[in-house]
């Protein structure tokens, strides 16, 4: 039991961050206001976040343009998406 | 101590467990749009079968007794366009209505992202149906009219169910099925129509409204804090 508990990842303990590598993980990328809309959050809650998993290299930001207005996207790296997929492995292996 | 044990591990799984539907959630809410009201088909299928009607019975039939002027075809060609646009009309019009009330409703969140990408996957097909339809129109072909219509809605329904609930593409399958049919079989022509924009919405907006609607009532939404 303890060495399932052990194999969940921290980075994924706080429920905003399992939230955006969720939406990571089915769409090829998403902007910031998207994913600030879907999970109902406030700017700087939702941008500590990305950068936080931005900082462990499991998601990575691109900044672009519409019209004048800069806009931020994130998409999941190798990486995120790997330690991602071991996470709900181990949530799975838990709840059985 | 052995009671204080499980009381944490008991925790620990309650939060996973919620975690889970965090996750399940987010995917979805980001990935499909699952607004779509079952009501919307419903009240398209019945707006379909009196618009097919009147063409049918008040548009369409010619006088035998002398051929029509290009006047007179002009006109009745003005009455379809006419007749097809309100029925198009009322059915989007009643869809965005009934989704705008199940999205409050449930509190269901949609991405304006996913709502661009379904919209975008969803015209191409029926605009390539549209300008193919009013050539067959310009042409007096009713019968290919009816087959464009039907097979090009159902390669939408089918090229837009990714991001909808899988239901669309087994009607999108059908719609096409109907649509070569009704090419085929050109004299039953309306009756493929009124089947496929009439009784297949109406029986698949009932089996929709049945299986998700009236059951979203008992879920339960986990705030993400």
């Known amino acids: 039991m303890k060495n399932i508990i052990s194999k969940l990842n921290k980075a994924f303990e706080s429920r905003i961050r399992l939230g955006i590598m969720s939406i990571l993980s089915v769409n090829d990328s998403a902007d910031f206001n998207t994913m600030k809309q879907l999970m109902e959050l406030t700017d700087g809650n939702l941008a500590s976040h990305l950068k936080s998993l931005e900082g462990l290299g499991y998601i990575q930001s691109f900044k672009q343009f519409i019209g004048r207005k800069p806009n931020t996207s994130y998409m999941l790296t190798e990486d995120g998406r790997k330690c991602f997929k071991e996470h709900l492995d181990a949530l799975e292996e838990l709840i059985k | 101590m052995h009671h204080k044990v499980l009381f944490i591990l008991t925790?620990?799984?309650?939060?996973?467990?919620?975690?889970?539907?965090?996750?399940?959630?987010?995917?979805?809410?980001?990935?499909?749009?699952?607004?779509?009201?079952?009501?919307?088909?419903?009240?398209?299928?019945?707006?379909?079968?009196?618009?097919?009607?009147?063409?049918d019975f008040y548009i369409l039939p010619l006088n035998n007794d002398f051929t029509p002027t290009h006047e007179e075809m002009f006109h009745k060609m003005l009455l379809l366009i006419v007749d097809a646009m309100v029925i198009l009309l009322i059915s989007i019009s009643f869809g965005?209505?009934?989704?705008?009330?199940?999205?409050?409703?449930?509190?269901?969140?949609?991405?304006?992202?996913?709502?661009?990408?379904?919209?975008?996957?969803?015209?191409?097909?029926?605009?390539?149906?549209?300008?193919?339809?009013?050539?067959?129109?310009?042409?007096?072909?009713?019968?290919?009219?009816?087959?464009?219509?039907?097979?090009?809605?159902?390669?939408?329904?089918?090229?837009?169910?990714?991001?909808?609930?899988?239901?669309?593409?087994?009607?999108?399958?059908?719609?096409?099925?109907?649509?070569?049919?009704?090419?085929?079989?050109?004299?039953?022509?309306?009756?493929?129509?009124?089947?496929?924009?009439?009784?297949f919405h109406i029986s698949y907006g009932i089996t929709m409204y049945i299986k998700y609607d009236l059951k979203k009532d008992e879920k339960h939404h986990i705030e993400i804090k």
């Open chain 2, 96 to 199: 965005i209505y009934f989704s705008r009330r199940k999205a409050i409703k449930n509190n269901q969140k949609i991405s304006g992202s996913l709502i661009r990408k379904t919209l975008y996957n969803l015209s191409i097909p029926l605009l390539t149906g549209g300008i193919f339809a009013f050539i067959f129109l310009l042409q007096g072909n009713i019968p290919m009219v009816i087959a464009m219509t039907l097979t090009f809605y159902g390669l939408a329904l089918v090229n837009v169910s990714k991001y909808t609930y899988d239901e669309i593409h087994y009607l999108g399958l059908l719609e096409i099925i109907l649509g070569v049919a009704a090419a085929i079989f050109t004299q039953h022509g309306i009756w493929f129509w009124i089947f496929g924009f009439g009784f």
């Open chain 2, 11 to 55: 925790n620990i799984m309650n939060k996973q467990l919620e975690d889970i539907k965090v996750i399940r959630e987010m995917m979805e809410c980001s990935s499909k749009f699952l607004s779509l009201s079952g009501l919307s088909g419903i009240v398209a299928g019945i707006t379909a079968i009196i618009g097919a009607f009147i063409a």
